[in-house]
Each structure stands twice: as structure tokens, then as C-alpha cells.
């Protein structure tokens, strides 16, 4: 016991003095000598092709396939948030993790904090919630499992919700239903994606002052096209993984673009 | 100076001495074990309660909310209600599990056993971490059918629960992570590691002659898929129940044709208490199971590769050592701790 004890303590102090170190070396190495950061809002505009997207049901949409249908939800996870600097420096964020939510509690708009200073081309984050991050058990904030955005029969985050009407659903009160979801790597249930921005000629500037705003585009309409025709009428509720999920991930992968900035 | 010194440590060392012999006489004869401990000759835990350390104050709370209907959506089931201490926390004689509004779910409520050392919940495995497990019993139509901020506003009505998140994780703030993780903490602490087969391990006592024929039959027979000391190697096989499948079982979980069948290998500890048997409780006694696994085996695609040769060989005689052996694994000791009781 006593041996187990001083072992321990022996252990103890070992572990301070290498933590000890690791700090050092991490306050001297990582984003350069100029250590000030800054902020920024991310804006996420939610769109159907040019028109701003009406999530409380009212406005009637046509998808590639020529069904029409109506949005009541879209929610989506974004995270593990990188910056691309002019000089091509990739500025990775800690990994977090953000309910984008038009209509509900978390919103639309996001600030992103510890942005060294610096002028910034593009940014890069992951559609939805890492395998890292899904396996740890019960969360908070934003990926509380009471939000509504988890699956408790298969454990997953789901990483776009697409909920509305459309007549060809067949369904009861023709609703549709989009869960996609899929976190592990084998068995073609992989549904995670990168999302690259690139912002063109107008750098987003960080400084320790301001709060620029990035404001990014969603399209659900890409989420029915390219490179796979999503029709209502065939697949009207996909709330497990698998290859139609996949295939719904594949279309939805590049329905974020650049808008404009706000320095 | 220096004989005084000699001295002075003489007696420290004598007293830490003393002191270590008085210790480990006291942990010989220390009853009750503590909340949460690893048994001699348990393999490591799965390590799923790293971030939610037990607390006193936390199994608790746990303990409060296993037993507590308001997780219901009508008051009126708890966890208790499918999970009953007597059955070694399964639902005896109930095929499958009975929800609100007497609804009838698809599988039989599994035993909570030694569960921190499962990284993987329910029949299929779905569920990944034990933090998150409840969520699916909370929230099944079929089960409890409420939703997690219907039990937090519930909770936050009470006059006792904020209180007692207050004495669990510091704050009077009731969250979906304050209740799960205390409910994990409890079901953490579900150990049975004291039946007579475990005290025949640890050299306290010996089989009788016909359970030691029982273990022998066991370990040739059953071991394999049945893993000692947990008594499940927690992988997911097809036992040769039928040959097309209305409940796809792993298959719902990986998408895979090849997983069709397959079930999580239960533990066979406290395995006579637990009954009826099998995924959807189509077996009603031990030794319909064992007659199973020697007259009625079923060769499908994904039949377990280890009853792919067909029934096993075994004898009424040895059938009887076999559940000998079987009484071996309940656990008094675990299935009368108050501790785990509704209080």
C-alpha cells in the first residue's frame, strides 16, 4: 500500500514536470511570436438556388427530379473549423461543434473565437460530427442529445435534417423525412465530408478589435442533385445509414459556397 | 545524533509497518465492496466512465432515476419495471419487454450486468457508450416513449432533484448529461463477481463433483463464445435459431447481409435467474436452451462458423452436470444488495 503510494506520488510528479514542459513548448511553438487573436461571425444563409429558404413551410420548392415540396426543418452540424491564411498557412481551430438552426435555439449565426490576426482565403470545417467526438457519451451545448439532432437506436449524430411536405411523398400528411447520418468508416455507411471555401479576392481580416462577418450560402437544392438524383416520390424518409444516405452525403457535400464579407 | 535518527525511523517503519499489516487484515474481512471496483482476475475496464468518475452522490442519483417512473411519458414505467434486481436485471418471464400503455417491444430485456466492461448496448450493439444508452429506452415509442427535455422538465418540477444534482455535479441545474451519466454511474456499479463459481476462482471454496463435470463441459463446449471470467467475448454470432430472420439483429447496425442473424452473446452469469431466453425470450428454461444447442440447431448463411458442424453432442447425463455448473453463476450476494434496490 505505502509503496503503491509513493509509486504514485513518484508518478505524480513526474507527469507535472513533463506537463510543465509540454506547456513551455507549446507557449513558445505553435501560431508564431504574435500570439493576439481575434473573431469572427460565421453567417450560414440558408438558400433554395437564389431565393432565401422559407423554413416555416410556406414556400414551394422544385427539386431536380421536377417534385415540389416545402421545407419545415433544416438543421445541420458544422465543426472542426481550419482557416486558410493568404500565404496558405492552415490555421486549425479546437474541435468544435455547431447546430446550425435557422428557426431554433442555436441559429444561424456563429462566432468563432481564437482567430490568430491575420488576413484569411478560405476556410474548411467537417458537414456534421467527427467518429472521435461520437463516441465519448453524453454531450452538452450544442451536441446535447436533447436538441433532437441524435439517434439513440444506432449512436450518431445526425448531420442534416431535411424535414417538409411534398405531394408525391405518399407518406402520412405527405411529409418527408431526411436523417442522413453514418460515422463509421466500413460498410458504405461513411457519410462525413469537408466542406473548402475558398473566398476569392476578398480576405476576411482578422483583427483583435473588429468582428468581420462571413456570410456562406447553404443550397438544399443541392441536396436532391449532383451526383445523385434524390426523388421524393422514391425515397421519401431516409433516417438510417447506409448507401442512399451515402449517396444523399454526396450531394449535400458541396451545398455550401462563399457569399461575400464584412471586414 | 545519528543512533537517534536510527532510531526515530526504527519505529516509523515499525509503525508503517504495523500499520500496512492492519490495513490489509482490514480489507481481508471489509464488507461491503465499494461502489465501483474491478474483481480479481477481471480483464481492465472498457474505460467509458473516464469522464464520469462514481460518485456516492452520483450512483445516487442514478439509483433514483432507474427506479423513478417520471422517465415515462405517463408515470407509470421506470427502468426497474423491464430491469428487475431479482432477475439479475432482466424482466423474468417476459418474452419481450412491456412498455407504456402495455405496448410490447421486439426483444427481451437483457440482464445489466457488469456493464463497464461493455463498450457496446443492446441486442445488437447499437448503441456505443453507456452514457447514451438510456436515451434509446427513454425515448422508444414502445418503451418509455418521452423525450429528454420531458424528464428534465419533470425533474426540474421536483422538490428534491435539483438537490440532488446539486449533490452530484455541484449545480442545481438538471441536464440530459446530469441524468445519463448518473444512470450510467449506476449501472456501472451492477458488479456480480461473488457467486460460488466466482469463489471457487479465488480458491474459497470447490465445485461438487458434478459441477466440476458441469464446468469441464462447459469450458469444452460453451467457453468460447461464453468467455471467461466475464462469461461473453461481447462479439455478435447467429446461435442457429432460424434460417430467415425477422429481426435482422447486427445487420440493422452495420447494413451488412453478412451480420443478418446476429446477436450480442449474452453473459451467462446469473443466467438461471434471468429467464426466459434468447433475443425475443423464445425459450423458457435453461434447459430448453441447452436442448437447443443438441437437437435443433439451424444452418443459415451466417450460422456461426463454431455450429456450422451441426448439434452439439450432449448427453442427458452431461446436461444435468451442465446445469449444475449454471447454478454456479448466480449471484446472492448481487441480487440482494440493497444498495442496488429501489429505495
Redesign the interface.
Same mark, same amino acid.
Do not use: D
Given at each position: 500500500m505505502k509503496k503503491q503510494n509513493s509509486l504514485l506520488l513518484f508518478i505524480s510528479v513526474l507527469l507535472i514536470t513533463f506537463s510543465a514542459c509540454k506547456k513551455d513548448d507549446e507557449q513558445s511553438g505553435g501560431t508564431g511570436s504574435n500570439t493576439s487573436t481575434g473573431s469572427a461571425k460565421i453567417i450560414f444563409n440558408n438558400m433554395a438556388g437564389s431565393v432565401p429558404l422559407n423554413v416555416a413551410g410556406d414556400s414551394v420548392y422544385t427539386n431536380s427530379s421536377g417534385e415540389t415540396f416545402t421545407v419545415t426543418a433544416l438543421r445541420y452540424y458544422v465543426s472542426n473549423f481550419s482557416f486558410v491564411k493568404d500565404d496558405g498557412t492552415v490555421v486549425t481551430l479546437p474541435a468544435d461543434y455547431y447546430l446550425i438552426d435557422q428557426s431554433g435555439k442555436t441559429g444561424f449565426k456563429r462566432t468563432i473565437s481564437g482567430l490568430p490576426v491575420g488576413s484569411y482565403k478560405g476556410v474548411r470545417f467537417l458537414i456534421g460530427v467527427d467518429s472521435a467526438k461520437t463516441v465519448q457519451g453524453a454531450q452538452t451545448g450544442d451536441l446535447d442529445p436533447s436538441n433532437g439532432m441524435v439517434w439513440d437506436w444506432n449512436t450518431g449524430y445526425i448531420f442534416v435534417k431535411l424535414e417538409g411536405n411534398s405531394p408525391v411523398a405518399g407518406t402520412i400528411d405527405s411529409t418527408y423525412q431526411y436523417h442522413i447520418s453514418g460515422y463509421k468508416t466500413s460498410n458504405n455507411t461513411y457519410a462525413l465530408h469537408w466542406a473548402d471555401i475558398s473566398f476569392g479576392s476578398q480576405p476576411l481580416v482578422i483583427t483583435t478589435t473588429t468582428l468581420p462577418q462571413l456570410n456562406l450560402k447553404t443550397d438544399i437544392l443541392e441536396f436532391f442533385r449532383n451526383p445523385y438524383d434524390l426523388s421524393i416520390v422514391d425515397n421519401p424518409v431516409v433516417t438510417a445509414s447506409g448507401t442512399t444516405a451515402v449517396s444523399i452525403s454526396n450531394n449535400y457535400a458541396d451545398m455550401f459556397s462563399f457569399d461575400h464579407i464584412q471586414n | 545524533m545519528s543512533k537517534n535518527l536510527y532510531f526515530c525511523l526504527t519505529i516509523v517503519f515499525a509503525f508503517?509497518f504495523l500499520s #500496512?499489516c492492519k490495513? #490489509?487484515d482490514d480489507e481481508t474481512t471489509e464488507t461491503p465492496k465499494p461502489l465501483f471496483y474491478v474483481p480479481d482476475g477481471f480483464p481492465a475496464p472498457s474505460g467509458?466512465l473516464q @469522464? @464520469?468518475p462514481v460518485t456516492t452522490a452520483g450512483f445516487t442519483l442514478g439509483r433514483k432515476l432507474f427506479y423513478d417512473p417520471v422517465l415515462s411519458k405517463d408515470s407509470t414505467v421506470h427502468c426497474g419495471t423491464c430491469h428487475q434486481q431479482f432477475g439479475a436485471f432482466a424482466q423474468v418471464d417476459h418474452k419481450v419487454s412491456h412498455g407504456i400503455n402495455n405496448l410490447l417491444g421486439t426483444r427481451n430485456s437483457p440482464t445489466l450486468i457488469n456493464l463497464a466492461w461493455h463498450s457496446e448496448f443492446?441486442w445488437d450493439g /447499437? #448503441? @456505443?457508450? =453507456?452514457?447514451?444508452q438510456p =436515451? /434509446?429506452p427513454?425515448?422508444?415509442p414502445v418503451e418509455m416513449d418521452e $423525450? !429528454?427535455?420531458g424528464v =428534465?422538465a419533470k425533474l426540474n418540477r421536483s422538490t428534491f432533484y435539483p438537490a440532488m444534482f446539486r449533490s452530484a455535479y455541484g449545480s442545481d441545474t438538471i $441536464?440530459?448529461?446530469g441524468i !445519463? %451519466?448518473a444512470l #450510467?454511474q449506476f449501472m456501472s456499479c451492477l458488479i456480480s463477481a461473488n457467486s460460488k463459481y466466482d469463489q471457487v476462482r479465488n480458491g474459497q471454496t470447490t465445485f461438487t463433483a458434478t459441477e466440476d463435470s458441469g464446468y469441464t463441459i462447459f469450458k469444452s463446449k460453451c467457453a468460447s463464445c461464453h468467455k471467461e471470467p466475464l462469461l461473453t467475448d461481447l462479439s455478435y454470432r447467429n446461435n442457429g435459431l432460424d434460417a430467415h430472420f425477422t429481426d435482422p439483429g447486427r445487420a %440493422?447496425? $452495420? $447494413? !451488412?447481409a453478412a451480420d443478418s442473424g446476429k446477436f450480442k452473446v449474452p453473459t451467462l452469469r446469473n443466467i438461471v435467474l434471468s429467464y426466459p431466453y434468447m433475443h425475443d425470450g423464445r425459450l423458457s428454461s435453461i434447459s430448453k436452451v441447452i436442448d437447443h444447442y443438441r437437437s435443433t440447431i439451424v444452418q443459415s448463411s451466417t450460422i456461426d462458423p463454431l455450429l456450422s458442424s451441426g448439434n452439439m453432442s450432449i448427453s442427458d447425463a452431461e446436461k444435468a452436470q451442465l446445469i449444475a455448473f449454471l447454478n454456479t453463476l448466480t449471484d446472492q450476494t448481487f441480487i440482494t444488495d440493497k444498495r442496488f434496490s429501489e429505495q
Open positions: - | 508503517a #500496512s490495513k #490489509s467509458q @469522464n @464520469n443492446f /447499437g #448503441s @456505443n457508450h =453507456i452514457e447514451v =436515451i /434509446g427513454i425515448t422508444n $423525450t !429528454l427535455n =428534465i $441536464t440530459s448529461q !445519463l %451519466r #450510467s %440493422r447496425i $452495420t $447494413t !451488412l
